[in-house]
C-alpha cells in the first residue's frame, strides 16, 4: 500500500509537473527553479516538493546555488532530485523481477548471450514494425521516450556532474526541444532494465543494446553504441559514421 500511496500523490496535476520537470533534468533542482517552470508560486512548490520527499519519490538537501562559499556566499537553498528507489503498483501481485533474474542467472550460467542478443534484436525489429529506420537523432529520441528511456542531447559544454545557472539552464532548455537533429550523442537517463541490469550487467547491457539496434535500425543514419555511465542507461544513440561528411 506505501507505493499505492506514494503514486497517488501524483494525481493532483501541481504535483505532477512538479516531479516531471524535476526528474526530467538530471540534477539538483531548487525550488525557484521549479516554481518558475511549472508556473506556480514558490510556496506552492515547496509545500508540494516537500510532500513528493517525503513520499519518497523526491530527495532532497542544501547547497548553495550561486555556487560560491565562504562570507557573503548566501544561505544554502533545499534542492531536490528524483529518488534512485523504484515505485510500481500490481494489482493482483506480480513479481516478474523475480522471474527475469531467475531467467538472467540461467543465461549467464548457460552462456546464452548470443542468442538472448539474437532474440532482443528480433524484438526490437518486431517493435519497429514496417517503419524504416530511425531517420535522424531527433526521430530517435521521440522513440526512446516512448520506451521509457528518458533521452537527452548531450551538452558538451558543461563539465560533467556540473550546476548550471538559471540563464544556463534556460538556454539550455529551449535547446533541448528541438535539439535531437542538431546533437551528435543522445544519452538516456533511465534504463528500464536497471534492477536485473544491477545484478546481470554484461547480459543485460548487451541485450539492450541489441534491442535498441533493431527498433532504431542498423543501417539508417543514427546508430546505438555502448558507452556506460553511472547512473544512467549503458548505451548511448548517435549519428552514424557511415553518414559522416
Same mark, same amino acid.
Not at 518558475?36 to 532532497?60: C, I, K, N, W
Not at 551528435?184 to 544491477?198: G, L
Given at each position: 500500500? +506505501?507505493?499505492?500511496?506514494?503514486?497517488?500523490? =501524483?494525481?493532483?496535476?501541481?504535483?505532477?509537473?512538479?516531479?516531471?520537470? !524535476? *526528474? &526530467?533534468?538530471?540534477?539538483?533542482?531548487?525550488?525557484?527553479?521549479?516554481? +518558475?517552470?511549472?508556473?506556480?508560486? %514558490?510556496? =506552492?512548490?515547496?509545500?508540494?516538493?516537500?510532500?513528493?520527499?517525503?513520499?519518497?519519490?523526491?530527495?532532497?538537501?542544501?547547497?548553495?546555488?550561486?555556487?560560491?562559499?565562504?562570507?557573503?556566499?548566501?544561505?544554502?537553498?533545499? !534542492?531536490?532530485? %528524483?529518488?534512485?528507489?523504484?515505485?510500481?503498483?500490481?494489482?493482483?501481485?506480480?513479481?516478474?523481477?523475480?522471474?527475469?533474474? =531467475?531467467?538472467?542467472? *540461467?543465461?549467464?550460467?548457460?552462456?546464452?548471450?548470443?542468442? =538472448?542478443?539474437?532474440?532482443?534484436?528480433?524484438?526490437?525489429?518486431?517493435?519497429?514494425?514496417?517503419? &524504416?529506420?530511425?531517420?535522424?537523432?531527433? +526521430? &530517435?529520441?521521440?522513440?526512446?521516450?516512448?520506451?521509457?528511456?528518458?533521452?537527452?542531447?548531450?551538452?558538451?559544454?558543461?563539465? +560533467?556532474?556540473?550546476?548550471?545557472?538559471?540563464?544556463?539552464?534556460?538556454?539550455?532548455?529551449?535547446?533541448?526541444?528541438?535539439?535531437?537533429?542538431?546533437?551528435?550523442?543522445? %544519452?538516456?537517463?533511465?534504463?528500464?532494465?536497471? *534492477? !536485473?541490469?544491477?545484478?546481470?550487467?554484461?547480459?543485460?547491457?548487451?541485450?539492450?543494446? &541489441?534491442?535498441?539496434?533493431?527498433?532504431?535500425?542498423?543501417?539508417?543514419?543514427? %546508430?546505438?553504441?555502448?558507452?556506460?555511465?553511472?547512473?544512467?542507461?549503458?548505451?548511448?544513440?548517435?549519428?552514424?559514421?557511415?553518414?559522416?561528411?
Amino acid at each position: 500500500m +506505501e507505493h499505492i500511496e506514494a503514486i497517488a500523490l =501524483l494525481q493532483d496535476p501541481v504535483r505532477r509537473r512538479l516531479y516531471e520537470y !524535476v *526528474a &526530467a533534468q538530471g540534477r539538483e533542482v531548487g525550488r525557484n527553479e521549479a516554481a +518558475e517552470a511549472t508556473g506556480v508560486a %514558490r510556496t =506552492l512548490a515547496a509545500h508540494h516538493l516537500d510532500r513528493l520527499t517525503e513520499a519518497g519519490l523526491l530527495e532532497s538537501g542544501s547547497r548553495r546555488l550561486t555556487g560560491r562559499s565562504g562570507p557573503g556566499a548566501g544561505r544554502p537553498a533545499k !534542492v531536490y532530485t %528524483r529518488t534512485k528507489s523504484e515505485r510500481s503498483v500490481s494489482l493482483p501481485a506480480r513479481d516478474y523481477r523475480t522471474a527475469a533474474e =531467475l531467467l538472467a542467472e *540461467a543465461a549467464e550460467q548457460a552462456g546464452l548471450d548470443a542468442g =538472448l542478443c539474437a532474440a532482443a534484436r528480433r524484438r526490437g525489429e518486431s517493435l519497429r514494425g514496417s517503419a &524504416a529506420p530511425c531517420g535522424d537523432l531527433d +526521430e &530517435a529520441m521521440k522513440v526512446l521516450a516512448a520506451r521509457g528511456y528518458e533521452p537527452y542531447p548531450e551538452d558538451r559544454g558543461r563539465p +560533467e556532474g556540473g550546476a548550471a545557472d538559471a540563464d544556463t539552464d534556460a538556454a539550455a532548455n529551449t535547446a533541448a526541444d528541438s535539439a535531437g537533429a542538431a546533437a551528435r550523442v543522445v %544519452r538516456m537517463r533511465n534504463c528500464p532494465f536497471h *534492477a !536485473v541490469a544491477e545484478r546481470f550487467p554484461p547480459l543485460v547491457c548487451g541485450m539492450n543494446l &541489441a534491442l535498441l539496434e533493431g527498433l532504431l535500425g542498423t543501417d539508417g543514419p543514427v %546508430r546505438a553504441r555502448m558507452d556506460a555511465r553511472p547512473g544512467e542507461c549503458c548505451v548511448v544513440v548517435e549519428v552514424s559514421k557511415n553518414n559522416d561528411d
